[in-house]
């Protein structure tokens, strides 16, 4: 599966996890014992497919294939009526395993470097933002697992809380996708620093989505169904492969996927001042998600079906009603409750699918981690 130094094709590792555990097909169902074989067998193909990466140090490419394996079982359990998790169960456990495993092995490796960047110093720069914002993401997320099942022993569980205070570096801003990458980060933040720091890192976070997405915006950011790969290949003129959109072509300035959350994430932070000055511009956007017609199709890349909803907010806007949809929203339960049990890991279904990221899973996240945070 490609270079195993690049990044996981995940398209391809997705699709080979589908068809094996008929998650393709609405009408394909699995009984029990079926479920139970096909789970061992995709639990079986991420170790195969993952031990090329593994042997390269490619941390990113494994955590993003265990976290898929993960999230595809949680998937076929939704859809094939295994409410238990009984017949995954084993399968979730080891894929959980090696998915922790990856995690802690990422941080070590992070620890015994005396910089971030990676191969030519000289080239480096071009990508080294991006690297920047997935250790933020995936470092979150194990600051957050090991909340929840010890993972580090003391002195490394405080060396990465340190880092995550103070990171070495900042990340580029590149597209909507890194705010998948940050929301994880500011919400760990706001637990783990008392400071008003949070806030300001929240603050100007939506602020920058907000501006960059204007109307006529010449620097508007790309939606986060575009990764990393297709964004730098626009800016450089390069091609993308015949299956893929080109960036050209899509509408990007005056819509957002992403700046609806950020604004809860505002409100609950009681920043009532920044939202009002923020606002004008909030409303010049045409907010989008992709409403799922059911909650396994939250576990997939690309869902079969589902319709696009397009929220546009009037020019003036009450504070208790922005309050209340901030921290109740329109609850559709789309996020599968194994997952909402597993913040970490929906966080980390985030760093594979940006686009699985919205206002609803947010507030699940930071409700499962930071319960009563803004009422």
């Excluded at 920043?271 to 017609?293: E, I, P, Q």
Aim: charged residues 20%; proline residues 5%.
């Amino acid at each position: 599966m490609a270079d195993p130094r690049e990044p996981l094709d995940v398209d391809i590792l997705s699709g080979m996890m589908e068809s094996i555990l008929k998650l393709s097909a609405d009408n394909d169902c699995l009984k029990q014992t079926e479920l139970a074989r096909a789970a061992s067998s995709t639990a079986w193909l991420t170790g195969i497919v993952t031990a090329i990466h593994a042997e390269n140090e490619n941390h990113h490419a494994v955590i993003s294939a265990w976290t898929l394996c993960c999230v595809s079982l949680i998937a076929a359990s939704e859809k094939h009526g295994d409410a238990s998790v009984s017949a995954v169960g084993e399968s979730l456990k080891l894929a959980k395993n090696a998915l922790i495993d990856a995690l802690a092995a990422l941080w070590s490796d992070v620890t015994k470097k005396d910089h971030l960047v990676e191969g030519d110093a000289f080239t480096d720069p071009e990508i080294f933002g991006w690297r920047v914002g997935v250790l933020f993401g995936l470092l979150s997320c194990l600051s957050i697992a090991d909340e929840e099942i010890p993972i580090l022993d003391a002195a490394s569980r405080n060396a990465l809380r340190s880092w995550l205070k103070q990171p070495p570096r900042q990340p580029e801003l590149w597209g909507e996708a890194v705010v998948a990458h940050l929301i994880p980060w500011v919400t760990w933040l706001r637990i783990n620093d008392p400071t008003r720091r949070p806030d300001a890192e929240i603050s100007e976070l939506a602020t920058a989505v907000i501006v960059a997405n204007q109307p006529n915006s010449t620097i508007a950011l790309a939606n986060p169904y575009y990764d990393f790969d297709a964004v730098l290949r626009h800016r450089l003129g390069m091609p993308l492969s015949a299956k893929r959109r080109s960036l050209a072509r899509e509408a990007i300035a005056g819509n957002s996927y992403t700046a609806e959350a950020l604004l809860h994430l505002l409100v609950r932070a009681n920043m009532k001042g920044k939202c009002k000055s923020l606002w004008a511009r909030f409303t010049k956007l045409s907010h989008h998600r992709l409403v799922l017609d059911k909650s396994w199709h939250y576990c997939l890349v690309q869902a079969p079906t589902g319709s696009n909803e397009t929220k546009i907010y009037p020019s003036s806007y009450q504070w208790s009603q922005l309050k209340c949809e901030a921290l109740n929203g329109i609850c559709r339960g789309e996020v599968p409750s194994v997952l909402q049990r597993s913040p970490w890991l929906l966080a980390l279904w985030w760093q594979v699918a940006p686009h699985r990221m919205n206002s609803e899973a947010v507030r699940v996240f930071v409700d499962e981690i930071l319960p009563g945070w803004g009422t």
